[in-house]
């Protein structure tokens, strides 16, 4: 039987796997750069950044994690609608987790 991939419909979704949350123990640093990649993969396959800003950001804040969103929650941003931008999460995220180790 020969498959044909271009006739494969991508609207289910959920064959493709959630990555992980983020590791919030031992080598901080690399766990963040590991949910990172995994985060832009799931993106990239899933099509995400065709969705709204709102549930991108509501994507990944439900992938990253039950320790991670808590330590989301209390980061200061310039903005309340900073909060709700993706990059802008990324960045702080991203900040926090690079010094942390």
């Not at 983020?22 to 901080?28: R, Y």
């Not at 320790?67 to 903005?79: C, G, M, P, T, Y």
């Not at 931008?85 to 990324?90: F, G, K, N």
Request: with cysteine; hydrophobic share 40%; glycine share 2%.
């Amino acid at each position: 039987m020969e498959l044909c991939y271009e006739s494969v419909d991508m609207s289910n979704l959920s064959l493709i796997p959630v990555p992980a949350p983020m590791d919030c123990t031992g080598e901080v640093a690399g766990n963040w750069e590991f949910f990172l990649a995994s985060w832009t993969d799931y993106k990239n396959a899933t099509e995400l950044s065709e969705k709204s800003m709102k549930v991108r950001v509501a994507t990944f804040r439900s992938i990253l994690g039950r320790d991670a969103q808590r330590i989301l929650q209390h980061l200061k941003f310039d903005s309340s609608e900073s909060r709700e931008d993706l990059p802008s999460v990324i960045d702080a995220l991203k900040k926090t987790f690079r010094t942390s180790s």
